[in-house]
């Protein structure tokens, strides 16, 4: 699949036929009394309109960023993962810009009773395999004859990666709506996916996946333009969620950061009280005397911890700790 985007013939002469009426019409209007204006009722606007679609775009970067967890353990090293902005086409107008072989896997999602299409390329599906293996990082090496099936081992890969984005995928749609996606299947020619009707307009958002060496990999993800229209406002709001993502990975270098973090512990014997007038008088030989009991006091950061008892470890001083005091105010 490539990355850029470009328009389809239909497209460009439907540009140019707008730009041409509208210069010819924008001479001698006058819009006191034209009749180009018609009725509107909001919140009737429809998807097919090319638009802003903020709360798509915010679940795309989440998705993009927490999708690293999926690829790294494949690729041993972190991918940079991005994503592009929702793009509407018809599905035939989509089939037309990708090869015949890809691996397409539909899901279903179950509070939308609606579908989507998990796409992959064959070669981004090689280098997984071949990493995942032991394998280093290098291109698939393309030969005379194209590949017209996945192995078993391929297909394995395809079935853990597919697994571990449709969980992503749910966890990214959690503070706009609660989703769970179910897989249906998967099929290689976009010709034999039983997902929509090849007129049907389809909502497409595409990722590329950034590799050392490698020429960029991308995937794409389609939504069925009648599967998100009954959140159409929903996925143009700019309102966001105050839930926290949970992030494993954040929280365990903070974990491990407050977990090295070095701390005095002081084990104290006796507190001897010395008056004044006899401590200015002290000199070197000058004994003072110390009560020692069998409790010991243990200190962490000059708090009162743990009481314990003095005892000895291979030849070496010891403190046993027996209890857990009250800490002081």
Same mark, same amino acid.
């Given at each position: 699949?490539?990355?850029?985007?470009?328009?389809?013939?239909?497209?460009?002469?439907?540009?140019?036929?707008?730009?041409?009426?509208?210069?010819?019409?924008?001479?001698?209007?006058?819009?006191?009394?034209?009749?180009?204006?018609?009725?509107?009722?909001?919140?009737?606007?429809?998807?097919?309109?090319?638009?802003?679609?903020?709360?798509?775009? +915010?679940?795309?970067?989440?998705?993009?960023?927490?999708?690293?967890?999926?690829?790294?353990? +494949?690729?041993?090293?972190?991918?940079?993962?991005?994503?592009?902005?929702?793009?509407?086409?018809?599905?035939?107008?989509?089939?037309?810009?990708?090869?015949?072989?890809?691996?397409?896997?539909?899901?279903?999602?179950?509070?939308?009773?609606?579908?989507?299409? +998990?796409?992959?390329?064959?070669?981004?599906?090689?280098?997984?395999?071949?990493?995942?293996?032991?394998?280093?990082?290098?291109?698939?090496?393309?030969?005379?004859?194209?590949?017209?099936?996945?192995?078993?081992?391929?297909?394995?890969?395809?079935?853990?990666?597919?697994?571990?984005?449709?969980?992503?995928?749910?966890?990214?749609?959690?503070?706009?709506?609660?989703?769970?996606?179910?897989?249906?299947?998967?099929?290689?020619?976009?010709?034999?996916?039983?997902?929509?009707?090849?007129?049907? +307009?389809?909502?497409?958002?595409?990722?590329?996946?950034?590799?050392?060496?490698?020429?960029?990999?991308?995937?794409?993800?389609?939504?069925?333009?009648?599967?998100?229209?009954?959140?159409?406002?929903?996925?143009?709001?700019?309102?966001?969620?105050?839930?926290?993502?949970?992030?494993?990975?954040?929280?365990?270098?903070?974990?491990?950061?407050?977990?090295?973090?070095?701390?005095?512990?002081?084990?104290?014997?006796?507190?001897?009280?010395?008056?004044?007038?006899?401590?200015?008088?002290?000199?070197?030989?000058?004994?003072?005397?110390?009560?020692?009991?069998?409790?010991?006091?243990?200190?962490?950061?000059?708090?009162?911890?743990?009481?314990?008892?003095?005892?000895?470890?291979?030849?070496?001083?010891?403190?046993?700790?027996?209890?857990?005091?009250?800490?002081?105010?």
């Amino acid at each position: 699949m490539s990355a850029s985007r470009k328009l389809s013939s239909d497209e460009v002469n439907a540009l140019i036929e707008g730009l041409q009426e509208s210069s010819s019409s924008s001479v001698g209007v006058d819009l006191a009394n034209s009749d180009v204006v018609r009725p509107f009722s909001f919140g009737s606007d429809d998807l097919s309109v090319l638009g802003d679609y903020y709360a798509l775009r +915010m679940i795309n970067e989440r998705f993009a960023r927490q999708a690293r967890s999926i690829f790294l353990p +494949m690729l041993r090293i972190p991918p940079r993962i991005s994503s592009f902005p929702p793009e509407v086409k018809s599905f035939d107008d989509y089939c037309s810009g990708i090869e015949s072989f890809m691996s397409l896997s539909t899901a279903r999602i179950e509070e939308l009773r609606g579908s989507l299409l +998990m796409v992959h390329s064959p070669n981004f599906i090689s280098v997984l395999t071949n990493s995942y293996y032991g394998g280093n990082l290098e291109p698939v090496p393309t030969g005379k004859n194209k590949k017209q099936e996945f192995t078993a081992t391929e297909e394995r890969i395809i079935e853990i990666i597919v697994g571990g984005l449709n969980k992503t995928l749910e966890k990214s749609w959690s503070d706009l709506t609660k989703i769970s996606i179910v897989p249906q299947g998967r099929e290689v020619n976009p010709q034999f996916a039983s997902f929509v009707e090849g007129s049907d +307009m389809v909502i497409i958002c595409s990722f590329v996946v950034q590799l050392p060496k490698l020429d960029p990999a991308t995937f794409d993800i389609i939504y069925p333009l009648q599967t998100l229209k009954p959140i159409a406002s929903q996925l143009r709001s700019r309102v966001r969620s105050d839930v926290v993502d949970d992030d494993a990975t954040w929280r365990e270098k903070i974990e491990k950061a407050v977990l090295g973090i070095p701390l005095s512990l002081d084990a104290r014997l006796g507190s001897p009280v010395v008056p004044l007038n006899k401590l200015i008088y002290l000199k070197p030989g000058d004994v003072i005397p110390i009560t020692l009991t069998d409790s010991v006091e243990i200190f962490l950061e000059d708090r009162r911890f743990y009481g314990g008892e003095m005892g000895e470890v291979a030849g070496q001083s010891a403190v046993s700790l027996t209890q857990r005091l009250d800490q002081e105010v």
